[in-house]
């Protein structure tokens, strides 16, 4: 038996396992589902709220690996044709997720170049 703050705090094991007591009365360790007392506006603002979270956390993960990605690319000059247009390839859809790029003339020009980088990086470049 333990004091803190004036409580008791001791545990009882039974036959569902660890349960603790405090002051007197029986405290379960299973979680309680809070939503389920709640009207549904509440529980779709808690949804959304947490939803929201979810979406910042993964947004801030994403322009972190964006940013790590930049650093590796840009760190020294591409050396061959295949890391050239590995880094006008990351310009060019970095470029079409802009407003001007999602224009349907620009989205066309734009998956030809792709198409055109993707087929030049794997050959070696021409002697001109």
Request: neutral net charge.
């Amino acid at each position: 038996m333990a004091r803190r703050r004036g409580l008791i705090f001791w545990a009882q094991n039974d036959r569902l396992g660890l349960r603790s007591t405090v002051a007197g009365a029986m405290v379960s360790d299973d979680p309680v589902e809070l939503d389920e007392h709640r009207g549904m506006a509440a529980q779709k603002a808690t949804e959304i709220r947490r939803r929201l979270s979810a979406v910042l956390t993964e947004q801030a993960a994403l322009r972190q690996h964006q940013a790590e990605l930049e650093a590796v690319l840009f760190a020294a000059p591409a050396t061959t044709w295949p890391e050239a247009a590995a880094k006008a390839r990351y310009l060019v859809e970095l470029f079409a997720e802009t407003s001007e790029g999602r224009d349907s003339h620009r989205q066309k020009l734009i998956a030809s170049v792709l198409e055109d980088l993707a087929k030049l990086s794997d050959c070696p470049p021409r002697a001109g």
